[in-house]
């Protein structure tokens, strides 16, 4: 089933299971559409998905520094070894904050929000997987 924004119950799990206090990775798995899916009415070039996400993007990355975030990895998906038939990804990124609370001041932010209707017609399908560090012998 596809997903490109998170459902009201989705979000309210989020906040229950993520430690407000711990750093905070976000992996993001994205698929485009082809061609954008703007709403009607919205004022935008005709495009690719993927350029609609550049667009989403190229606003979206000083916002995430501006809360003390960064980017720390972006790939192409060449394949999935361990996936449902059917479920191709086109791209990985993995995404830092310091903390819950600067990802949800982010998300709150007005220009950030209206810079998402971009990410919302570049995605086919997506998953946003929020993740904290755990001790361990992979951690160290």
């Known amino acids: 089933m596809a997903s490109v ?3 009201p119950d989705r979000f309210e799990k989020f906040l229950e299971s993520v430690e407000n206090g711990a750093p905070l990775v ?6 485009y559409r082809d061609r954008a899916d703007y709403p ?14 550049q667009r989403y993007a190229a606003v979206a990355l000083g916002k995430v520094t501006q809360v003390g ?12 070894l361990i996936a449902p038939d059917g479920e191709e990804w086109d791209e990985a990124l993995l995404v830092q904050y310091p903390s819950r609370q600067a ?3 982010m998300v ?15 995605l086919a399908d997506s998953r ?4 904290v560090t755990r001790g361990g012998p992979l951690a160290e």
């Not at 946003?128 to 993740?131: C, N, S």
Request: aromatic share 8%.
């Open 69 to 80: 975030g960064k980017p720390l990895w972006m790939g192409s998906v060449t394949g999935s």
């Open 128 to 131: 946003l997987i929020a993740t």
């Open 5 to 7: 924004n998170p459902s």
């Open 103 to 105: 990802f949800l001041q």
């Open 40 to 53: 009607a009415g919205f004022d935008a070039a005709p495009c690719t998905g993927r350029e609609a996400y």
């Open 26 to 31: 976000m992996i993001n798995l994205l698929k």
């Open 108 to 122: 709150a932010m007005p220009d950030y929000q209206a810079v998402a209707v971009h990410r919302t017609a570049a």
